[in-house]
């Protein structure tokens, strides 16, 4: 599941990713589709590499795990479920989610398009966690520090933080799980065999499980989401960056508290105000109605 091949007739000289027509592309995964037949005496993990970032690695400019003595400790980006959710993407920045069947498409954004991948078979993750499935022969052994390939621990990493992911972006969210909830009667997130685990990651208010990293109030992505982090830097700099672009925006983003109570406690007081106005309006023209009539 980390990609789909392509048996193509022009493919039969070379090795092909397929890609559906009109599919969104950041430029961020996929180098190339398609690579020379010479590559296949190379091992996996360089063929892999081959096609891009299908096999996402921890960023090389931070190798160890945060600690609140680096010096870097300021450089740390905090996500929590309350600012960047799958609703408020949806809602303030008008991004479709598109469920993929491709693990390395998880979380990629096409900013183009405002189209999100996200992975529809979580379960996956689990079985490779369980069992140290397939998809750890693509792992690099080499140790050296300008390698960009996954190795086994991030590979590790990667199917954990896969798993956090719907925590963070439905589960721990009362508007994203009801987000999540109407794409399920839409029928947009599966036409059939929906993955159990995807339905309990998205809907449930609290969830445990021993492959599942356990839920936090607040995420720091160097120490959180060590491979991930760069594509939820991303989403979260894309929602700080945007305001809401209507009333109806604005009475559902309640990022900034103060902003959002400032909001209503004005819209009260102005209304109050109107409907004194209106009052005495009315009252006016009825005194000059009765002063007539006498």
């Given at each position: 599941?980390?990609?789909?091949?392509?048996?193509?007739?022009?493919?039969?000289?070379?090795?092909v990713i397929h890609r559906a027509p009109n599919e969104p592309?950041?430029?961020?995964?996929?180098?190339?589709?398609?690579?020379?037949?010479?590559?296949?005496?190379?091992?996996?993990?360089?063929?892999?590499?081959?096609?891009?970032?299908?096999?996402?690695?921890?960023?090389?400019?931070?190798?160890?795990?945060?600690?609140?003595?680096?010096?870097?400790?300021?450089?740390?980006?905090?996500?929590?479920?309350?600012?960047?959710?799958?609703?408020?993407?949806?809602?303030?920045?008008?991004?479709?989610?598109?469920?993929?069947?491709?693990?390395?498409?998880?979380?990629?954004?096409?900013?183009?398009?405002?189209?999100?991948?996200?992975?529809?078979?979580?379960?996956?993750?689990?079985?490779?966690?369980?069992?140290?499935?397939?998809?750890?022969?693509?792992?690099?052994?080499?140790?050296?520090?300008?390698?960009?390939?996954?190795?086994?621990?991030?590979?590790?990493?990667?199917?954990?933080?896969?798993?956090?992911?719907?925590?963070?972006?439905?589960?721990?969210?009362?508007?994203?799980?009801?987000?999540?909830?109407?794409?399920?009667?839409?029928?947009?997130?599966?036409?059939?065999?929906?993955?159990?685990?995807?339905?309990?990651?998205?809907?449930?208010?609290?969830?445990?499980?021993?492959?599942?990293?356990?839920?936090?109030?607040?995420?720091?992505?160097?120490?959180?989401?060590?491979?991930?982090?760069?594509?939820?830097?991303?989403?979260?700099?894309?929602?700080?960056?945007?305001?809401?672009?209507?009333?109806?925006?604005?009475?559902?983003?309640?990022?900034?508290?103060?902003?959002?109570?400032?909001?209503?406690?004005?819209?009260?007081?102005?209304?109050?105000?109107?409907?004194?106005?209106?009052?005495?309006?009315?009252?006016?023209?009825?005194?000059?109605?009765?002063?007539?009539?006498?």
């Amino acid at each position: 599941m980390l990609f789909l091949p392509s048996f193509q007739s022009n493919a039969l000289h070379e090795f092909v990713i397929h890609r559906a027509p009109n599919e969104p592309n950041s430029g961020l995964l996929f180098d190339t589709y398609s690579v020379s037949l010479n590559m296949a005496d190379r091992p996996l993990p360089i063929l892999l590499k081959a096609f891009g970032n299908l096999l996402p690695a921890r960023c090389r400019s931070s190798e160890n795990v945060a600690s609140e003595m680096a010096k870097a400790v300021y450089l740390w980006t905090s996500l929590s479920s309350s600012d960047t959710n799958a609703y408020l993407l949806h809602t303030l920045l008008r991004v479709d989610i598109r469920w993929v069947d491709t693990l390395a498409l998880h979380l990629d954004y096409d900013k183009s398009t405002g189209t999100l991948s996200i992975f529809r078979y979580p379960s996956f993750c689990i079985a490779m966690l369980q069992s140290k499935g397939a998809i750890y022969s693509f792992s690099s052994t080499e140790q050296h520090p300008a390698d960009p390939r996954a190795t086994e621990e991030e590979i590790t990493c990667f199917l954990r933080e896969t798993l956090l992911s719907y925590r963070l972006l439905f589960g721990q969210s009362k508007p994203a799980r009801r987000f999540f909830r109407n794409m399920l009667s839409s029928g947009s997130v599966s036409d059939s065999n929906l993955d159990p685990l995807l339905r309990s990651l998205c809907l449930d208010h609290y969830f445990a499980h021993s492959f599942v990293p356990a839920d936090r109030p607040v995420y720091v992505t160097a120490r959180d989401f060590l491979v991930l982090g760069e594509r939820l830097e991303l989403l979260a700099a894309e929602l700080r960056g945007t305001k809401p672009k209507s009333w109806r925006d604005l009475l559902r983003d309640r990022r900034d508290t103060l902003q959002y109570w400032t909001f209503w406690l004005v819209a009260i007081a102005g209304g109050i105000g109107i409907m004194l106005s209106l009052m005495q309006v009315i009252l006016g023209i009825i005194q000059v109605l009765q002063s007539r009539g006498r």
